[in-house]
C-alpha cells in the first residue's frame, strides 16, 4: 500500500518513557526489596497512537513535546523507525522528557507513578505552529495527557479548517461543550463515559444510553469500548454494536491506543464506520496477546491476516 495514497494522521499528544520494574510483592514504607525484572519502553498515549497508525500503514504527523535528554532522543528514533514524521515534537530545555514509574507485582497488579515534564509544557503556541500540517490533513487525533489549552487549540484549528476530529478522552476529566461540539469522533471505555455522563456503563444497551448524552453535547459519533464486549457505536444516523475478537489476552497495555491508531487509518482510508471498528478490533485484539505498548502494536499484513482468518464470524 501507497502511504502516499492516504490523507495524513495528525497526532498531538504526550511522549513518555515508561520504566518497569517487576516485583514478587509492592515494598512498604522504608523497605527495600528486590526486583525480578526491569526495562523500559516507549510509551504516552500520543506516541502510542502515532506509533499504531504508522505501523498500520498511515501517514503519521506527530506534535508533541519531549525534553533534551536521552530519552527524548529514544523516544523520536523509536517513532521515526515505525514511519512516523517527528518534525512536530518540539525540543525543551527546561524539562525532563515525560517519564512513568511501573511497578507490577506477582499478581499483575500494578501501581504507577507519571511525571509528564516536558509533556506539560506543550502550548497553544507551539499547536499554532504546526496548523499548516493540520490544515492539509485527513484527521486529527487528540488525548488528554497534555494541557488543556493545546488540546483545544489543535482543535479549534481543525475546526476552522473542517478537517475531522478523533478524541481519544483519556486519562478523563471534565470536558467544556465548546470541545465536544467540534469532535466528530470520540473512543471512551466504561470508566471514562461514566465519568463524562455519569452514567454507569457495563453493557452495549447501557452505553447507548450514555453515548446519547454525548451525543446532546454536540459530538458527531460515539464509539464507546466494552473491552471483551466489543464496542457500542452511536451517531445521529446509526447506532450498532460490534462484538470483539475472544484471543488469549496476557496484557491489555495500550490496546486503547492501538484501536485509536487503526480506527484513524481506516478512517482516512475512506472505510465504511463499521468496517474502520472492525479493523481496529482486530488492530486492538492482537496487540492483547503480547507484552508492552508499542511492542505488542501489529503491523498491517498481521491485522489483514487475522481479519482474513475471522472473515466468518465478528466474534469467534
Known amino acids: 500500500m501507497n502511504k502516499d495514497m492516504n490523507k495524513q494522521i495528525v497526532v498531538v499528544g504526550s511522549l ?50 519531549t525534553g533534551a535528554d536521552m530519552f ?6 523509536h517513532l521515526k523507525e515505525a514511519g512516523v514524521q517527528t518534525e512536530g515534537i518540539a525540543v525543551c530545555e527546561e524539562e525532563s522528557s515525560g517519564v512513568a514509574f511501573i511497578t507490577i507485582d506477582a499478581q499483575g497488579e500494578n501501581n504507577i507513578i507519571v511525571v509528564p515534564g516536558a509533556n506539560h509544557r506543550l502550548t497553544a503556541e507551539d499547536i499554532r505552529q504546526n496548523e499548516a500540517r493540520i490544515q492539509s490533513c485527513g484527521l486529527l487525533v487528540v488525548q488528554l495527557e497534555i494541557p488543556m489549552e493545546a488540546v483545544l487549540e489543535a482543535v479549534r484549528l481543525a475546526h476552522h479548517h473542517r478537517v ?3 478524541l481519544d478522552p483519556a486519562p478523563a476529566c471534565p470536558l467544556p461543550d465548546e470541545l465536544l461540539g467540534m469532535v ?12 463524562l455522563t455519569g452514567k454507569k456503563v457495563h453493557d452495549p444497551e447501557t452505553a447507548f444510553r450514555a453515548a446519547e448524552e454525548l ?31 475472544r484471543v488469549n489476552a496476557v496484557d491489555t ?7 485509536a491508531g487503526a480506527l484513524a487509518v ?24 503480547r ?20 472473515a466468518g464470524g465478528m466474534n469467534p
Open 16 to 65: 513518555n518513557m515508561d520504566m518497569v520494574v517487576q516485583v514478587d510483592r509492592r515494598p512498604g514504607i522504608g523497605e527495600t526489596i528486590l526486583g525480578r525484572r526491569f526495562f523500559t519502553s516507549p510509551g504516552g498515549k500520543g506516541a502510542n497512537q502515532a506509533y499504531a497508525a504508522a505501523r498500520l500503514g498511515g501517514s503519521v504527523f506527530m506534535v508533541g513535546k
Open 72 to 77: 527524548g532522543e529514544q523516544l523520536i528514533r
Open 164 to 166: 475531522p476530529v478523533l
Open 184 to 195: 466528530h469522533y470520540i473512543t471512551p471505555n466504561e470508566s471514562e463515559m461514566q465519568q
Open 215 to 245: 451525543l446532546s453535547r454536540g459530538v458527531g459519533i460515539v464509539l464507546a469500548k466494552l473491552g471483551e464486549n466489543g464496542v457500542a457505536v452511536l451517531s445521529r444516523s446509526e447506532r450498532f454494536h460490534m462484538p470483539g475478537f
Open 253 to 259: 497495555t495500550a490496546a486503547g491506543d492501538t484501536f
Open 266 to 289: 481506516a478512517l482516512t482510508e475512506g472505510k465504511s464506520l463499521s468496517e474502520a471498528v472492525r479493523f481496529a478490533n482486530a488492530a486492538s485484539a492482537l496487540s492483547v496477546t
Open 291 to 310: 507484552y508492552g505498548a508499542q511492542s505488542s502494536m501489529p503491523d498491517r499484513s498481521e491485522t489483514e491476516a487475522f481479519l482474513n482468518e475471522h
